[in-house]
Nanobody
């Protein structure tokens, strides 16, 4: 069983920054594919960014390239999402997710491909 806990969300003004963290059970990163998703009110859950298995390849949603950065510290079993130049449309509940499906050089992008989810952390960007 994989345990994922997100933190770092909050209220920020447009143009500001936040760094989200996802603390995972020990050994998760070596066995699972990892990603960040978000879900805004009234919208479907969408991928924000993710790693291929073992982190060799990264993927970003096109609209977020250049503003968001995904990273991880394997020794701390923690994945991060640095979010800069935040916009009101970035307001959403942000989740980290782990998948038992893995490819060495491809990042899974659909939420149904992920098996484990954290409880989410709320990010609200005011205009």
């Amino acid at each position: 069983q994989v345990h994922l806990v997100e933190s770092g969300g909050g209220l920020v003004q447009a143009g500001g920054s936040l760094r989200l963290a996802c603390a995972a059970s020990e050994g998760t990163f070596s066995r699972y594919t990892m990603a960040w998703f978000r879900q805004a009110p009234g919208k479907e859950r969408e991928i924000v960014a993710g790693f291929s298995w073992r982190g060799g390849t990264t993927y970003y949603a096109e609209s977020l390239k250049g503003r968001f950065t995904i990273s991880r510290e394997n020794t701390k079993n923690t994945m991060y999402l640095q979010m800069n130049s935040l916009k009101p449309e970035d307001t959403a509940l942000y989740y980290c997710a782990a998948s038992t499906t893995y490819y060495s050089d491809y990042v899974l992008r659909a939420d149904y491909e992920y098996d484990y989810w954290g409880q989410g952390t709320q990010v609200t960007v005011s205009s």
